[in-house]
């Protein structure tokens, strides 16, 4: 199984960042718009369009606030098994960690989703700590 964990420092403090992440509904507006096109709700689970024109159906897990950490399994495509976690970390003087791992078979899908995190990972920080400065 391929594990991705990628972690990215945010000029925003942790409360600022997870009230966005914990909106599952509109991440396509206030997390990470461009990256994700469109998403709508569904249940338990949330329709995801990305910019490249992937559409993944993510089932939530979990959503804890005291951890500030969500939890999610995509099904469709070419992966057998996919299950991520993005959590957030205070880490002072107004500013965060975010840190997203990813699980996902079959192995020689690592390489594209790879990619695609480090991409929404981009857009996110650019996206967070410029709604923190307009703050």
Do not use: D, F, N, V
């Given at each position: 199984m391929a594990s991705i964990r990628r972690e990215t420092q945010v000029a925003?403090?942790?409360a600022q960042v997870w009230e966005v992440v914990r909106d599952i509904g509109a991440?396509?507006?206030r997390l990470v718009p461009g990256f994700v096109t469109d998403c709508k709700l569904e249940g338990d689970?949330?329709?995801v369009t990305f910019g490249n024109g992937v559409v993944a159906r993510e089932v939530i897990v979990d959503l804890d606030d005291a951890a500030r950490r969500l939890v999610w399994s995509a099904t469709g495509g070419r992966l057998t098994h996919h299950n991520a976690s993005l959590q957030i970390f205070d880490e002072g003087g107004g500013?965060?960690?975010l840190l997203?791992?990813?699980d996902l078979?079959?192995?020689e899908m690592a390489a594209p989703i790879a990619a695609m995190i480090d991409e929404g990972m981009r857009v996110m920080k650019k996206t967070l700590e410029a709604?923190?400065?307009a703050q």
């Open positions: 925003a403090s942790a991440i396509h507006r689970a949330r329709i500013r965060s960690r997203w791992i990813a078979l079959p192995h709604q923190a400065a």
